[in-house]
């Protein structure tokens, strides 16, 4: 998000580039920019004084913008806004490393338990799962399509949901159920009870994740979401390791009672869930200001002068995030009005193509490793170096996004590693290639960066406002869902087992991609441009009477900039 100030426009500075403050005698000092930007809470800067002011210039510092941004009265965390709080940095650093570990952690161990009910199919597999329900790979294939599909169905109307209950009510709630469903995986007895068990997984599990990204919104700016998305994601990779081993030994359980390994795998890892689910009631405070409860103590998490920072040091960055009360629901009409914002759907239409070209080798990594004739044991620890390589470059991916100021080329880097192992697979002979180099091919291919929590955060960034914040990630999601549904159903059995139409359609798709992100990065410098050309031709006078009486909301108003 940028915002341009009204003042020192001839210098096109964003609210985070200005220096000084802007009109009233009666602002304390602020901070200087923090050009050196710690992403991390553990990196530090020797020549930085942790005890300078960290407060940095906002709109709030002119009486005049500061009438216009103003926080609506039933806001949660009206009661700590103060435009005139100071902080240090060395108060800020210690603030992000509390939520840290606070919240984000328990997100992350939050999605460890999503990604385990919903990726442990793939261990499945290598136990004869396919062989004791009678089924196919394209029944496996449906399976997987049946899943996305509701997944991404139900991914608008839990956001919505979530407005309303609050995710810190709707998450927990959503664990508990989908936990249940996955333990009664336990009796699965043939292809029918599967795509129902599938479906109702997608159902409930939708939703999921763009809860959890409005929530995390509410405690950090907008680049210490991008690197904690970043970690978010790592925690899903984490949890396929950890979901491989703990098939290689739960799968071993094959004939206890007389049940499949896999009957066990599944009841077992949704217990695990459903411990989580529990906890999450009480670990998930509904805001930065809301965080007493009888479990987490009278006073709360954090102090009266914590939360002064927390709220103030996120709103000053983005003033729309005061825009809705956390327990508002989306009416029907704001919905339609955040559906119909062309703006965003560059980035829907990545979230819809870009994971195309390594999501079939991912979802038959396991299968093709027992068709090599590895063992269960080895397919599963194999199925791991891929996940140690994609945790490494996600990381990178993330990171660099942020350091450089540049999200599509560093997003796009990922369409490039997958570029030469895909054009191997379609010009080798692989039926007569060691299965050894087969298997470092795919593992490779897997291991690239994943621009997800990039695009995610992007997405959070150019929406503007809460309400569109909300429906955004939903339908970004639903995008990123429907690609899925596309890529299960790219590797046929007609085409087994080597997959060649399939592996061609993958290689003109990420040539595609690579257009996309092309024609992107286009459309958003346009639009700025445009926009430049209509603020800059306005006097200041102008552009106060404009923030005053403009019907303009979020991404279409005039001082706003699209990131790319």
Known sequence: MSTVLVRDIRDRKTATESTTSLGSHDVPPLGAPRHAKQYFWFQRMKDFDNDAIATQPSVFDDPKTAEQYQPRDDWENKRRFDPKARWTWAEENAIVRKIDWRITFWACIMFMALELDRANISQALTDNFLNDLHMTTDDYNLGNSVFKLAFLCAELPSQLVSKWMGPDRWIPAQMVIWSIVAGGQFWLNGRTSF????????????????????????????????????????????????????????????????????????????????????????LMPAGPCQTASWFRGKNGWFSPREETIIVNRVIREDPSKSDMHNRQPITPKLLWKCLKDFDLWPLYILGLTFQIPAVPEQQYLT??????????????????????????????????????????????????????????????????????????????????????????????????????????????????????????NIYRADDAPLYRRGNQQLL????????????????????????????????????????????????????FRFEH
């Open 195 to 282: 795509l129902a068990t599938r479906a109702l997984l997608g159902i409930i599990q939708g939703g999921f994740i763009p809860d959890v990204i409005l929530y995390l919104s509410y405690f950090y700016k907008h680049h210490e979401l991008t690197i904690r998305l970043g970690f978010f994601w790592t925690m899903m990779s984490i949890a396929d390791i950890i979901s491989a081993l703990l098939g290689a030994g739960l799968l071993k359980m094959r004939g206890v009672l007389e049940y499949s390994g896999w009957r066990w795998l599944f009841l077992l890892e949704a217990i695990l869930t459903l411990i989580v689910g529990l906890f999450s009631f009480v």
């Open 367 to 488: 299968l093709s490793l027992r068709q090599m004739e590895f063992d269960t044991l080895t397919s599963n620890l194999l199925s791991i170096p891929y996940t140690v390589i994609h945790i490494i470059t996600m990381l990178f991916v993330v990171y660099a996004a942020e350091t450089f100021r540049e999200l599509t080329w560093v997003a796009l880097a990922g369409q490039f590693w997958i570029l030469p192992f895909l054009i191997y697979l379609n010009v080798a002979d692989t039926s007569s290639a060691s299965r050894w180099v087969i298997w470092t091919v795919t593992t490779l291919l897997l291991g690239y960066p994943n621009a997800h929590p990039v695009q995610v955060a992007w997405n959070s960034r150019n929406s503007n406002t809460v309400r569109a914040r909300t429906v955004s990630a939903a339908c970004y999601n639903m995008f990123c869902q429907a690609g899925g549904i596309i890529a299960s």
């Open 508 to 559: 003109a798709i990420l040539c595609m991609n690579i257009a996309l992100y092309c024609l992107t990065k286009l459309y958003y410098v346009l639009r700025n441009r445009h926009r430049d050309r209509k603020w800059n031709a306005m006097t200041a006078e102008e552009k106060l009477t404009y923030l005053s009486t403009t019907t303009d909301e979020g991404s279409k108003r005039l001082d």
